[in-house]
Structure formats: structure tokens, C-alpha cells
């Protein structure tokens, strides 16, 4: 199973940016998606946003309004595209999946797989 991300960099605050993650070896469309983010290198990932496979999405609040979630299951895809960007979004963001379900109120151990990471830079 791989998951990889792309996307992210170095962006002004109020700016915006996309990120993509391409999912491979499991069945996409089964699959609940997710973005979570790791703020500090001591910090445990926080939930961003998640999107079940009928399409219901969940937001953390900070970026409720903001980020908006997607999927393109055809290309296997997961997107998050984020405006308004603010300082404090500065962080690692990953990719992660879980079969079937997946909540932003269950912790970061609950997915199963995990991308290596994409790294947005707010500068102000």
C-alpha cells in the first residue's frame, strides 16, 4: 500500500494551495480518507479533515470554512485544498486511509496507512 503526497510548499499568509496524495494497493473507493497534521516534530498528528466513501466530509474546526476536502476515486486521489492560509497552519501534512469508516474524534492510531508527508510553510 503507498500512499503519496504532493503539493504544500512555501506560501504567503491569505494565500491558498492544493494538496494531492495518489493511493495505491488498496481498493480507493473503500477506503475513509484523511488529512491530519503534525504542527511541532513532538506534537502527535491532529485530525484536519476526513471524507467517507459516500462523500461525507468532517472538518477540524481551525479550518472549518477554509480547507475543503475531496476524492476523485477514478485517479485513485485524495485532495485538500486550502485558502485563507494562516501561520499557524504551518505544518507536516499526511495522507492516511482506514477501511470503511474513519472520524476525526478517534485518534491518529486508528488509521491504517499513512503517507511519508508534505510539508506547507505559512510565511507571514
Known amino acids: 500500500v503507498k500512499l503519496v503526497e504532493s503539493g504544500g510548499g512555501s506560501v504567503q499568509s491569505g494565500g491558498s494551495t492544493t494538496l494531492s496524495c495518489v493511493v495505491s494497493g488498496v481498493s480507493f473507493r473503500r477506503y475513509c480518507m484523511a488529512w491530519w497534521r503534525r504542527q511541532r516534530p513532538d506534537a502527535e498528528p491532529e485530525a484536519v479533515a476526513h471524507i467517507v466513501p459516500d462523500g461525507r466530509v468532517q472538518y477540524e474546526d481551525s479550518v472549518q470554512g477554509r480547507f475543503t476536502i475531496s476524492r476523485d476515486n477514478d485517479r485513485n486521489t485524495l485532495y485538500l485544498h486550502m485558502r485563507n492560509l494562516k501561520p499557524e497552519d504551518s505544518a507536516i501534512y499526511y495522507c492516511?486511509?482506514?477501511?470503511?469508516?474513519?472520524?476525526?474524534?478517534?485518534?491518529?492510531?486508528?488509521?491504517?496507512?499513512w503517507g511519508k508527508g508534505a510539508t506547507v510553510t505559512i510565511s507571514s
Open positions: 492516511a486511509a482506514r477501511e470503511d469508516y474513519c472520524s476525526g474524534r478517534w485518534g491518529y492510531y486508528a488509521m491504517q496507512y
